[in-house]
């Protein structure tokens, strides 16, 4: 009996639709703008969730996406969950945020350690990443480029 092989070929259609989205031509111009974004959709929630905000050549959102959610204080985020949604949105940048439910913005050891893994990813795959913000409930906001981690 012979075995024949298989293939399997699968096709990404890139599909754009018209939105009214809250973020439609929002455009970042600094950490106060990714934070405010990003405070608008996670701020409140009660765990963990890291978005990425995926930016057109000229800084616009034209995507947003809860990559991962976790527990009260931690959420394992893998590049490859961060870099495909900016793949498949043709994002020539990326600004990702999470929140701490504790309200305390300053970055932990693994905080860093996730935006240093994501900046070597986004420079192999020509994506880069901008800034990565803290953001909590109380208001208050930390962002990693400004603080010299990026």
Known sequence: MELTPIFEVVRIKQEIKETTA??????????????????????????EVFLVMMLNTKNMVIGLHKAHVGSLNSSIVHPREVMKCAILNNAASIIVSHQHPSGDPLPSREDLEVTKRLAEAGKVLGIEVLDHVIVSHTGKHVSLKEKGYL
């Open 22 to 47: 809250p973020f439609a031509s929002y455009i970042i111009r600094s950490p106060q703008d990714a934070q405010e974004l990003a405070a608008s959709f996670i701020a409140d929630e009660d765990r």
